[in-house]
């Protein structure tokens, strides 16, 4: 009886061994976590502010160069628009649907 109750000690002892191995190792997997996420973020944060700068200075470039709208582009975009519709016309008409202009 004496063996049987050391064995059940023993084996409760393992049992509390294990779990507090294993609440180590959860302790240590969420302190990683922590660590690879605090990171990324600022990895995030780095990579966001390099765009912003980035960008803002295109922007600066960009407008530096004076460009403005091209009074041409307006009359090429009215030419397409034209196109586009006769287009739609001779594809209705050739397939034999009626045009609704």
Do not use: F, H, N
């Not at 779990?19 to 976590?33: F, G, M, N, T, W």
């Not at 519709?85 to 001779?90: I, K, P, W």
């Amino acid at each position: 009886m004496a063996r049987v109750l050391d064995a059940e000690r023993a084996a409760r002892a393992a049992v509390e061994a294990s779990q507090r191995e294993a609440e180590s190792i959860r302790a240590d997997a969420r302190a990683r976590e922590k660590s690879i996420a605090e990171r990324a973020a600022a990895r995030i944060a780095a990579l966001r502010t390099g765009t912003a700068e980035r960008r803002a200075a295109r922007l600066a470039a960009i407008e530096a160069e004076g460009v403005g709208p091209d009074p041409q582009a307006a009359q090429d975009e009215a030419a397409q628009a034209r196109l586009a519709s006769a287009v739609a016309r001779l594809a209705d008409e050739l397939i034999g649907r009626e045009s609704a202009e």
